[in-house]
């Protein structure tokens, strides 16, 4: 049986970061740029970004458990 490749919690939460801060400056650039063209590219990067960033949180390996936040009165 093959091995399932996988991306550590770390590894995904970097490139979570990089892939909304990129997110961003493509939204910039399609609200700034008037040429259409240029919009459509800009739209069609952040559609493979957006991509990358699901298969990558579809790899990553699943981090320890959150602890649940204290209750008030506990």
């Known amino acids: 049986m093959r091995a399932r490749f996988t991306v550590s919690a770390e590894a995904a ?19 700034v740029l008037p040429e259409p063209a240029v919009r459509g590219l800009a ?17 990553a390996k699943g981090g320890p458990p ?4 204290p209750q008030s009165g506990d």
Do not use: E, G
């Open 43 to 59: 739209i069609a990067a952040m559609v493979a970004v957006a991509l990358a960033a699901s298969v990558v949180a579809c790899l």
């Open 13 to 31: 939460a970097r490139v979570f970061d990089r892939a909304h801060s990129t997110l961003v400056w493509l939204a910039v650039l399609v609200v």
């Open 66 to 69: 959150h602890r649940p936040a």
